[in-house]
């Protein structure tokens, strides 16, 4: 049943419009004013000079996980690009020299102009191998080509940049872990 929306009785005064224009000014002067007396108020940032503090689980530009070593935890399972609803994660296996695994990534690429920052590759990874953890929210890039990453490019990080208790982290070349993690992978007994 149709509702009946009750439509308020003008006056005179208020069909002229003039005192309500001047009432809704009279409100925005009030929010402006507000807001720059009292910057905490603001509900935008200073953009550049003012960045947000991004959460550690938004869902960023992708990394690929490094072993003590350096090179990448991913045995190129494509179980993240068999996930990847944008079909936008590309793959080259070849075998790997270790005899504990059975294949690495000779090529891997994200192109980021397809993907939707689903998380998906992230979640289907059964290693650990890609995270979206960069906090790095602003891409930019100059030609169609900037936009795919390369394997290099998703290796390139640094555990400095990530919490001291991010085991997987603090296991690759440079981290709190890393000369423990070197020593258990030259045994055996870490991957
Ligand atoms: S975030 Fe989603 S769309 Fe982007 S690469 Fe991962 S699975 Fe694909
Ligand atoms: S799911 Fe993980 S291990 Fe498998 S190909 Fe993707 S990143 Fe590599």
């Known amino acids: 049943m149709a509702k009946v929306v009750p439509r308020p009785e003008l006056d005179a005064w208020q069909r002229l419009y003039i005192g309500e224009i001047f009432k809704g000014l009279l409100t925005t002067?009030?929010?402006?004013?507000?807001?720059?007396?009292?910057?905490?108020?603001?509900?935008?940032?200073?953009?550049?000079?003012?960045?947000?503090d991004i959460p550690r689980d938004y869902r960023a530009r992708h990394r690929l996980m490094k072993r003590a070593d350096g090179s990448p935890r991913c045995v190129a399972c494509y179980m993240c690009s068999t996930a990847c609803p944008a079909r936008c994660i590309h793959i080259v296996a070849e075998e790997s020299p270790d005899k504990h695994i059975?294949?690495?990534?000779?090529?891997?690429?994200?192109?980021?102009?397809?993907?939707?920052?689903?998380?998906?590759?992230v979640e289907a990874c059964p290693c650990d191998a890609i995270?979206?953890?960069t906090k790095q929210a602003v891409i930019v890039g100059d030609s169609r080509a900037s936009f795919v990453l390369t394997k290099e490019q998703l290796l390139d990080w640094d555990p400095k940049d990530y919490p001291p208790d991010d085991v997987q982290?603090?296991?690759?070349?440079?981290?709190l872990l890393h000369e423990q993690a070197l020593q258990e992978l030259r045994s055996g007994t870490g991957h």
Request: one cysteine or more.
């Open 29 to 52: 002067l009030s929010h402006a004013a507000r807001s720059l007396s009292d910057p905490a108020h603001f509900p935008t940032l200073q953009y550049p000079e003012q960045r947000p």
């Open 102 to 121: 059975e294949k690495r990534p000779a090529r891997f690429e994200i192109d980021l102009l397809l993907c939707v920052f689903c998380g998906y590759c």
């Open 131 to 133: 995270r979206m953890d």
């Open 169 to 175: 982290s603090q296991k690759a070349p440079g981290g």
